[in-house]
Every structure is written in structure tokens, then in C-alpha cells.
């Protein structure tokens, strides 16, 4: 437990945690041959060594969903609909097709790595530095003889978590399945959750690579208003630029089955407030007066 923070609790039930990891239905199926236990949980922790190696696998998984929904999430035209410019109430069309699915499982995979990477900062230990000799030699030449001169000195190695200066969040959802995804599953009362979010994650990752896309527009003037924290100055605001999402229509103008009607949406997070296609008017107002 030294590689916890003081005061954190080992887990004392002895049976792995996880849900499904012995359901009533597997108890059942395995009447005639005995009670079906939960796996035994590696001591102190709220998991069984599959659902821990599990965990790993599933960080490791949204790795490679991640990159694929950044590639998903926006894809360009190579030409702009004019009747879209000339109906879209001060709206500018960028000329690209918009997967709202895929936007919103990355902003939830950000927050939650941004999350994990606030665990291991601030209660992972941080290995005492590496001190190590150095021997380096010169050659040099004396009367017509080369001369070896040996010299050494005492190298400290400092070691990180390798969060601190990773840029973009794949990587240090990267860096988190090579190097944390242990430490973070073994954590006391953490571990179980953690679990559970990292499934839910995969499960949404998945479902958003089989969705489609819509065409959007970026409303000028127009930033999101949504409150995402507090802070010693008030609240703070998202700011992030309005999209509205057209719906898709046939070949007679009619609204295609299956779509949500036209809105506007926050381009950071689309599950921030969303606006009725009302609402684009103020925008070109806004937009007149500017």
C-alpha cells in the first residue's frame, strides 16, 4: 500500500468486484456442478488479475478508437452547397461533414483522461531520481603518442510520470495504458469504477464509428454560453464556436428518417445546450450589427 496515498484503505471483500464477473445466470447455468463464486480478488484491490489485465486492454483499445474518431469526426468536401450559404441566416459554410457522434465520445474520453491524469499526478509517487556514473575518455596526442585521458562523473536521472509534457490527449491516453493502467486498477476503491468508465467508453467509442455524418455550418458571432467550472473571478464559459447541423433530405426536399431535426450545437462537446434552428436568426443579426 506504500505506493498509495496516506490514509487509503486496502479492500478488504476477498471476491473480485467487477460487475458480471459471477452472475445469477452463469450461478445457474453451473447448478448441477456447484455455486458459481466470484474470481478472488488480488489482495487489497477491488479486482481479479483478469479484470485487471482487462482494464489495460481497454485503454489500449481506446488508443487506437481514439485516433479513429479524430479521423471520423470531420470530413471535408471538395465543394460547398450555395443554397445552404444563401438559407443559413448569417451562418458561413465551411465545406465539411460533421459526426456529432464521434465528437462527443472524444470530448468525454478527454475529460475522463484528464481525470486519470489528475490521479496519477497528484498521488502517484514519483521514483527517487537514478544516480549513475559516467565515464567519458579523450584522446589526445603527446610527443607523437596518443594519450587516453579517462575522466568520470556522477549523472542524476530525474524520473516523471510522462504526463506533464505530453500534448494531445492520445497520448497520454497512451502513455497511461503503458506505463499507469496497473497502478490506476489496483487502486483501493478506485479501480472498480475505473472499470466501469473504461468500458462504457469503449462501448460508446464503438457504437460512434458506425454512425454517420451531417452537414454543418459555423454560425458567425456565435460561441457556446454552456458553464464547464467555477473559478476565484465567477463562473468560467465553454466560448467555443456554434455549429449548426442541417438534416439530411431526399431528392424531394423531404427530411430523411432517422435524423434529428436541425439545431445548434456546441463544436467542443456537442452534449453541451443546444439551440433550435430559431434561434440562427439572432445570429446573422449579431453578425450585421458587428
Known amino acids: ?19 458480471g464477473c459471477a452472475t445469477k445466470s452463469t450461478a445457474l447455468a453451473a447448478r448441477e456442478i456447484g455455486p458459481v463464486m466470484p474470481r478472488r480478488a488480488i489482495q487489497g484491490t477491488d479486482l481479479c488479475s483478469y479484470h485487471h489485465e482487462q482494464f489495460r486492454r481497454l485503454l489500449g483499445d481506446l488508443v487506437v478508437i481514439l485516433g479513429d474518431l479524430q479521423d471520423k469526426a470531420y470530413a471535408k468536401t471538395k465543394t460547398g452547397d450555395a443554397a445552404s450559404d444563401r438559407n443559413s441566416a448569417g451562418a458561413k459554410d465551411y465545406g465539411f461533414s ?9 470530448a468525454e ?15 502517484k509517487p514519483v521514483p527517487a531520481p537514478l544516480i549513475r556514473p ?17 575522466s568520470w562523473r556522477t549523472v542524476v536521472v ?25 497502478w490506476l486498477s489496483w487502486y483501493p476503491t478506485v479501480g ?10 469503449w462501448h460508446a467509442g464503438r457504437a460512434a464509428m458506425l454512425s454517420g455524418s451531417v452537414k454543418v455550418l459555423r454560425l458567425q458571432n456565435a460561441k457556446c454560453q454552456e458553464i464547464v467550472g467555477e473559478s476565484d473571478l465567477g463562473p468560467l464559459v465553454c466560448g467555443a464556436p456554434l455549429y449548426a447541423t ?34 440562427w436568426r439572432e445570429f446573422a443579426d449579431a453578425a450585421a450589427r458587428g
Request: net charge neutral; aromatic share 10%; glycine share 4%.
Open 1 to 19: 500500500m506504500s505506493k498509495y496515498p496516506p490514509g487509503t484503505e486496502p479492500t478488504t471483500d476477498p471476491y473480485c468486484q467487477a460487475l
Open 98 to 106: 460533421w459526426n456529432v457522434k464521434a465528437v462527443e465520445v472524444i
Open 109 to 123: 474520453v478527454t475529460e475522463w483522461v484528464e481525470y486519470l491524469v489528475d490521479i496519477v499526478t497528484k498521488y
Open 134 to 150: 559516467e565515464v567519458k575518455h579523450t584522446a589526445e596526442w603527446v610527443d607523437g603518442v596518443r594519450v587516453l585521458r579517462w
Open 158 to 182: 530525474p524520473y516523471t510520470h510522462g504526463l506533464e509534457r505530453a500534448k494531445g490527449v492520445r497520448l497520454q491516453l497512451a502513455i497511461l495504458w503503458q506505463h499507469h493502467a496497473d
Open 192 to 201: 472498480r469504477s475505473l472499470l466501469v468508465d473504461a468500458f462504457t467508453h
Open 246 to 279: 442541417l438534416q439530411p433530405r431526399d431528392a424531394d426536399d423531404k427530411p430523411l428518417p432517422g435524423f434529428t431535426s436541425s439545431k445548434i450545437i456546441c463544436s467542443t462537446n456537442p452534449r453541451h445546450v443546444q439551440l433550435p434552428r430559431e434561434r
